[in-house]
């Protein structure tokens, strides 16, 4: 056992850290948060991601022939580090360079490999996710969107709804229903991956409870999308969507990244009084803090072990199937924590670090939904890891 | 960056598994609870046949030369199968206070009769004030001559009952600084002076209250720098939480298993328990927790081996966590099981109670948790 990184780990690290420092303009460290859900933060997102483009840097380790970096997987750890320490901005793409990248590298054809994965990385194509229906959520394979093929093309009439981002999107990953009467439901989904300009589109923002607009409504009216855009076979969609929601994994970036909330929450609580102290000095906060913190390392931790499995040839490990299920729960115990810490400021509407602290509060209650509800993760750890009947 | 178990870990792994269930299964914890000495002499003999008291000890003195990393994955098991007696004591304070402060005759005297199971050993740190920092080390040693006079009372000495030597912790200078003027001896357990009162624990394990009345300890049985041995007990005491880390995680992985395969086989309206998520999700929530536990106990398993300054968030944190984790998952595993999983004669409760024992050894989960703030208070100051 060795926690330590090599020299070579090291010189990279430099090289990013170097990189980092002459490229990414010393406010864009926190104004990309504070812009909220907002057309300047996704311009400011886009214009990153495009400069780490430049650089080889989105889709890292991804095959050089699609305009990947080619690197290795410990080089991709140190990067997702090292920019979540100087804060960098998030990319624009996040669904298509985590969701839809790997998903088309693994079950692509060689021209869709070659169509999509360089504007994935460049951020040229944004793209969305419309998996959720009104009556499929949780119960996935109970979607309805009707595709019916019509020589070259299929003719999709539905309703999708909480798709991120496809206010912005120029390419969705589509589920729809190729087979009405098969049984089990499942057997008759097919994936397709649409042009979002295509006629028949129409995106309705939802507003959250956040106030912002991440996610939306989509209807479907006779949108034709060819059949060379159908990611496997026809009703094998669903198989195709397993491979994608795994891909679906919390990173090292994202450890780091809870870190820096943390210490964050730190300088709050010694900055805030409660009851006329410090908040820091509180003990029911401080036993608080420490969890937190704990659970901080755990994850962290967790990344490291999934890593050494991976550069050991190894599938994911047990560590990897409640990665996702742990930090959702962790964030809103944190958020709440900051919350708490603050009193009453986190309610009052205004601008400033309050506000920062009650979106992320709020924002919070979404982790433990999407990509999977708590419960579904429960379930999904109690019968395929521990083998309990359904 | 290596973060699983290599071949030999494995190895040992299996041997200990299939060793204890046959030579430690429950009838003879059971037997324990009521045995005066509360472990097996002939069981202690064999498992230095293994090789395993010594093997944290370099080939040297009779070891097999593995780290403290190879410790935690045996102790792991240790604590899986229950097994009662001094064996944390002996090797990891014992052993590794010898290995690392004491002069080279002491360590060709002892550490091979540690290996060859001919010697047990104890930590005598805490005393009424029942702290785990310098502050609480009152006992007295007073210079004369070639050696000193030890006097105080320690509480909660582990296994002190039948220990050939005692480790005890005394103030040999007083200073501004309670870390400054801490010495550690090496105490032959039969001398003058010293008398012993033996308590056991709900579950069997025995705690001794040390008198020390006046006792005479040569200087050649100062282990370490007089005066400068605070560092030195705090690294035992970093090794012992991590080793009660290691017991906490295999104990709580056998609770998991046995309430997963009673999910499985108990059936209540004409279905497996299990099928109701009430208690599937009570199973994946341990998989989960002994899973994190896993993670962090083997990084602060590391970090004290290598002696890196991680170390001193690490410990705190994965004691809290673990000990947390086996508390919890014993818990569940009373209510997972029903009635059954409440009476005397099942495994279960033998769980819970070695749970809540651990959790006091070297502070619980809330002291460990504050000094997880303080600690990252002073790394934030110190930027
Ligand atoms: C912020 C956010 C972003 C999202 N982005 C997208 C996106 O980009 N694309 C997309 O397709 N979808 C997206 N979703 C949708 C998300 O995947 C669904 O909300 C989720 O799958 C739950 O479905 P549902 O909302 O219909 O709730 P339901 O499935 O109706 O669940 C309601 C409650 O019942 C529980 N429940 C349901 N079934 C079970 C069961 N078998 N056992 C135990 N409990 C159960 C759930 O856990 C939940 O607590 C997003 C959601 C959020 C909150």
């Known amino acids: 056992m060795d926690f330590r990184y090599s020299p070579e780990d090291e010189a990279f690290r430099k090289e990013v850290r170097d990189w980092i420092k002459e490229n990414l303009p010393e406010s864009w460290a926190t104004e990309q948060e504070a812009l909220g859900i907002s057309e300047d933060s996704f311009q400011m997102a886009l214009e990153w991601q495009k400069r780490l483009y430049k650089r080889g840097w989105v889709g890292l380790t991804w095959p050089k022939e699609y305009g990947g970096g080619g690197g290795t997987l410990m080089q991709q750890v140190i990067l997702s580090e090292e920019m979540a320490k100087a804060r960098a901005p998030g990319i624009a793409n996040t669904l298509g360079v985590g969701m839809a990248g790997p998903t088309i590298l693994s079950f692509g054809t060689e021209e869709q490999k070659k169509q999509f994965i360089p504007k994935i990385l460049s951020g040229e194509e944004i793209w ?23 020589g070259d093309y299929y003719v999709v009439n539905g309703q999708k709804v909480w798709s991120t981002f496809a206010q912005y999107g120029d390419r969705c990953l589509l589920l729809v229903r190729t087979d009405p009467d098969v049984l089990p439901k499942h057997r008759g989904i097919t994936y397709l991956l649409m042009d979002m300009k295509t006629p028949g589109i129409e995106v309705k923002p939802l507003k959250q409870m956040t106030g912002d607009s991440e996610f939306n409504e989509m209807f479907l009216d006779n949108v034709r999308v060819p059949v060379s855009n159908r990611l496997g076979e026809e009703n094998r969609g669903w198989y195709v969507a397993m491979g994608t929601l795994a891909f679906e994994r919390a990173g090292m970036g994202q450890a780091i990244m809870f870190k820096q909330v943390l210490n964050e929450i730190f300088r709050l609580a ?121 | 960056m290596e973060f699983t178990l290599n071949e030999e870990q494995q190895m040992l792994k299996g041997i200990a598994r299939d060793f204890l269930e046959n030579r430690c299964p429950k009838a003879h914890v059971r037997d324990m609870l009521t045995d005066e000495k509360g472990y097996s002499p002939e069981l202690w003999q064999d498992m230095a046949e293994l090789g395993w008291q010594g093997l944290m000890l370099p080939e040297e003195y009779g070891g097999t030369g593995g780290d403290f990393v190879d410790m935690v994955v045996l102790i792991e098991e240790m604590g899986r199968a229950l097994l009662p007696g001094p064996f944390i004591p ?165 609770a998991m298993e046995m309430s997963i395969s009673y999910a499985k086989e108990r059936i209540q309206f004409g279905r497996p328990i299990g099928t109701n998520q009430a208690i599937k999700h009570k199973c994946a929530n341990m998989f989960v927790d002994v899973e994190c536990g896993r993670s962090i106990m083997y990084w602060a398993a590391w970090a004290v081996d290598e002696g890196v300054p991680e170390a001193s968030l690490a410990v705190p944190m994965a004691k809290s966590w673990c000990c947390d984790t086996y508390r919890r998952v014993a818990a569940d595993s009373i209510q997972v099981h029903g009635g059954i999983g409440f009476t005397w004669d099942h495994d279960i409760p033998l769980y819970f109670k070695r749970a809540k024992t651990l959790e006091y050894t070297f502070g619980d989960c809330d002291y460990q948790r504050e000094i997880v703030v303080r600690e990252l208070e002073r790394q934030l100051a110190s930027g």
């Open chain 1, 128 to 150: 969305c996710q419309g998996f959720s229906e009104p009556d499929a959520g949780s119960d996935l394979a109970n979607l309805k969107a009707r595709a019916i093929r019509d």
């Open chain 2, 90 to 254: 002996t090797v990891v304070y014992g052993g590794v206070a010898i290995l690392q402060a004491g002069t080279s005759e002491k360590k060709n005297e002892l550490l091979p009769r540690i290996a060859q199971g001919e010697l047990s050993l104890t930590l005598a740190l805490q005393e009424s004030s029942e702290r785990f920092d310098a502050e609480g080390v009152a006992a007295e040693a007073v210079e004369k001559e070639d050696h000193y006079i030890l006097s105080g009372t320690k509480i909660l000495v582990p296994y002190a009952h039948v220990a050939d030597y005692i480790l005890c912790v005394c103030r040999s200078r007083s200073s501004s600084d309670a870390e400054d003027g801490i010495s550690l001896f090496l105490v032959d357990a039969e001398g003058e002076g010293i008398s012993c009162i033996t308590r056991t624990t709900f579950d069997g394990r025995k705690l001794c209250d040390v008198k020390l009345g006046e006792v005479k300890v040569s200087k050649a049985n100062l282990l370490g720098e007089p005066h400068g041995c605070w560092p030195l007990v705090k690294r035992l005491v970093d090794h012992g939480s991590v080793a009660m880390c290691a017991e906490a995680i295999g104990g709580a992985q056998m």
């Open chain 1, 270 to 390: 010694a900055k805030t009084k409660r009851n006329g102290i410090p908040a820091i000095k509180d003990s029911t906060i401080r036993q608080r803090l420490a969890q937190c913190a704990i659970e901080c390392e755990i994850m962290r931790l967790n990344s490291y072990r999934s890593l050494s499995t991976s550069l050991k040839g190894g599938g994911p490990g047990p560590e990897e199937m409640f990665s996702k299920l742990f930090w959702s729960e962790m964030n809103q115990r944190m958020t709440e924590l900051a919350a708490q810490i603050l009193g009453i400021d986190s309610v009052i509407e205004g601008e400033g670090e309050a506000q920062l602290w009650q979106y992320r509060f709020l924002r919070s209650r979404g982790n433990t939904l999407e990509q999977g509800s708590s419960e579904i993760l429960r379930n999904v750890i109690g019968e395929r890891v521990l083998g309990i009947p359904r």
